[in-house]
């Protein structure tokens, strides 16, 4: 592989000493690799799974915060919370992420794309983040070419009728947060309800070394809610309904000048009925699910004294999804050397709307941009699953998508976990296909300069497609005393991407074809130390290598280089310290290459440079039932640009406490 023939460290999170806790744990076992409830350890995947005990531990606050430790996620903000952030997951680009927030696809219908913004969610809910690298589209469908995150919502106890649960927070830039929540259980029924609510005067993202840097600070009020009631009238027969809402306002800059009033807001609610039940004494599950989401997003920008404009900007997104699931998974018996069999299928039906209003005014002509769409969608998929000899799982999928209007499309994914308890060891591989389903803005939507069509969708656009492979490994060595002293990690990857939809130029108009090609590759590189139950070092490495197969030049906001350095130090016994230091390699800069500050005559660079992050959060759990935290953020104050133009929230820190009764 071109250039990596380095030796690296790597690693992941230490297991952290549990806080208070409003919910008991899940057991180690990951859903979103194979649809199938299954020991991390054998899913054929490279997999990160984030826990509650290490959002609290390590004061993580939005779900992109969350993910920049991932191997081979490399998240791209510009600015703090509320601010578009994306995701770029083993080279692929931000659109091919696909997000399941308890299972139901949850990318933005009304995006450009399609795809996700990892700077909206806050994670007072979430009882764990599930991370599966690699082409997932054999089970889920469009979007899955890089990977999948699934965020799922906490869960009740079975064993309280009533838990409370709540914390508090204030810090720096007159950050506050606060959330309170319940759950329970009582005889047959099971509830949750929860409510959070987060604001900062937050930082100026525009970087400094620019002309039109007033500065001003770019806020954040931020709020969810989410409310789950449950009846299980027997064992094994459950059904559930769950409604989660939130709502963002946040301050935006325009490149390259602060822009004071400009803000957006970013409201969505989503809600499912799910039904489950066994059959055949247990041996077949059978679930259905009905879903229906909506996400409203607006970014206005009134005339003031840095817009020569007397005209309001207003920008307006509505994208909704509405579906029903059908899922099974049945025990298959065990045949000779062959056990643990297991089938999944099921069908999936959805239909997405988007509405779009855009309005930009200038002295030579205001340009609007318009979208009218919807589309349905319809999947079929089986998954088998068995186990070879105890120590081999061998694992295939297969899944047909097709859509109103797109040419439809089937993907495959086989995969292989082998056991070698004699040196310690567990090895991976796995190979498949996934694809991208044109977005509804790049099929059908419509631009105007003037009054005059100057843009238009392309309604005979393909998918992109891809194919992908990885092999891995883990080993554990042990060492004074320790079983596991010593985790070493190393997977390669390596995947092509084609029909890759762009937006090309003609003599008065543009529109989308299919024409780009990619191939990426590159390693993700670990080693985690644990020299007693008190100290947890990690350290990871990902070298990724993204270029446009056309021209030979890497992909814009890929790094060659990302290190994450965690540590989980435990003092004494109620005492946690968990420091992270993030470093992101050199990057190729895309959407802002070009643009230039004419105020001072400084060109934008052509790539983001190299910049480290360092965060510190400390837990004391002071009572039985209570927590004391610090959470310092950026302790070196980097004004280092992720994204071309905008740099990384400044210093800051929080102090808090958090209970569950």
């Not at 770019?218 to 459950?238: H, V």
């Not at 007693?532 to 990902?542: D, H, I, M, Y």
């Amino acid at each position: 592989m071109r250039r990596i023939t380095s030796l690296a460290l790597a690693g992941g999170l230490a297991a952290l000493s549990a806080p208070a806790l409003a919910q008991t744990a899940i057991p180690d076992t990951v859903v979103t690799a194979t649809r199938l409830p299954t020991p991390q350890e054998r899913v054929p995947a490279a997999t990160t799974v984030i826990t509650r005990r290490e959002i609290e531990e390590r004061g993580y606050q939005t779900l992109a915060e969350a993910l920049t430790a991932v191997p081979g996620l490399r998240i791209a903000p510009q600015g703090g919370p509320g601010q578009l952030t994306s995701a770029f997951l083993r080279g692929t680009g931000s659109a091919n992420v696909l997000v399941l927030i308890d299972g139901v696809p949850a990318n933005d219908v009304a995006a450009p794309a399609g795809g996700f913004d990892f700077g909206q969610d806050l994670l007072f809910e979430v009882e764990r983040i599930e991370v599966v690298r690699g082409p997932l589209s054999s089970l889920y469908g469009s979007t899955a070419i890089g990977g999948v995150v699934n965020l799922i919502t906490r869960r009740a106890p079975p064993d309280r009728a009533f838990q409370p649960y709540g914390e508090i927070a204030g810090g720096t830039q007159d950050s506050l947060r606060g959330g309170l929540g319940a759950t329970g259980t009582v005889g047959s029924f099971d509830y949750l309800l929860s409510g959070f609510s987060q604001s900062t005067r937050g930082f100026n993202a525009l970087a400094p070394r620019l002309q039109g840097n007033i500065p001003e600070r770019d806020g954040f009020r931020g709020a969810t809610t989410t409310a789950r009631l449950g009846w299980t009238p027997i064992e094994g027969t459950r059904i559930e309904g769950t409604l989660r809402w939130r709502e963002n306002q946040f301050g935006l800059d325009s490149v390259p000048q602060d822009d004071p009033n400009y803000s957006g807001q970013d409201r969505r609610w989503a809600g499912q009925i799910r039904g489950e039940t066994r059959l055949l004494d247990g041996a077949w599950t059978t679930g259905l699910r009905v879903f229906s989401a909506e996400q409203r997003r607006r970014y206005s920008n009134f005339p003031d004294q840095y817009d020569p404009f007397s005209t309001t900007e207003d920008s307006r997104f509505r994208g909704t999804r509405t579906g029903l699931d059908w899922a099974n998974a049945v025990r298959l018996p065990g045949a000779g050397p062959l056990s643990d069999g297991a089938l999944g299928f099921g069908i999936t039906h959805a239909l997405e709307e988007a509405r779009t209003t855009q309005l930009f005014p200038s002295d030579f002509g205001d340009f609007a941009s318009n979208l009218r769409a919807q589309q349905h969608s319809t999947a079929g998929w089986a998954s088998l699953q068995y186990r070879l000899l105890e120590r081999l799982d061998l694992s295939g999928g297969l899944r047909h998508d097709s859509f109103t209007g797109v040419e439809g499309e089937t993907t495959w994914k086989l995969g292989a976990s082998l056991a070698l308890p004699e040196v310690n060891s567990r090895l991976r591989l796995a190979a498949g296909t996934a694809f991208r389903a044109p977005s509804l803005f790049e099929r059908f939507g419509i631009g105007t300069f003037g009054g005059f069509p100057v843009s238009f969708g392309n309604p005979n656009l393909k998918p992109e497609r891809s194919f992908g492979w990885e092999i891995g490994s883990d080993t554990d060595l042990a060492a004074f005393g320790q079983p596991r002293f010593l985790t070493a990690s190393w997977t390669f990857f390596q995947s092509r991407v084609r029909d890759q939809i762009v937006n090309v130029t003609g003599i008065d108009s543009t529109t989308y074809i299919n024409v780009a090609r990619a191939r990426i590759h590159g390693a993700e590189l670990g080693l985690t130390l644990r020299p007693s139950p008190r100290f947890e070092a990690t350290a990871s490495w990902t070298i990724t290598e993204a270029f446009d197969e056309a021209t030979d030049r890497r992909l814009p906001r890929r790094p060659e280089h990302v290190v994450s350095l965690t540590a989980r130090i435990a003092p004494m016994a109620r005492l946690v310290i968990a420091p992270t230091v993030l470093f992101t390699g050199r990057s190729p800069e895309g959407a802002f290459a070009s643009y230039t500050d004419a105020g001072a005559n400084v060109p934008f660079a052509k790539s983001n440079p190299a910049g480290t992050v360092v965060n510190l959060t400390a837990s004391w759990q002071a009572f039985e039932q209570a927590a004391v935290f610090l959470e310092a953020r950026n302790l070196g104050n980097s004004r280092w640009e992720p994204v071309n133009g905008f740099v990384t929230p400044g210093r800051s820190v929080l102090v808090g406490t958090r209970f569950a009764l």
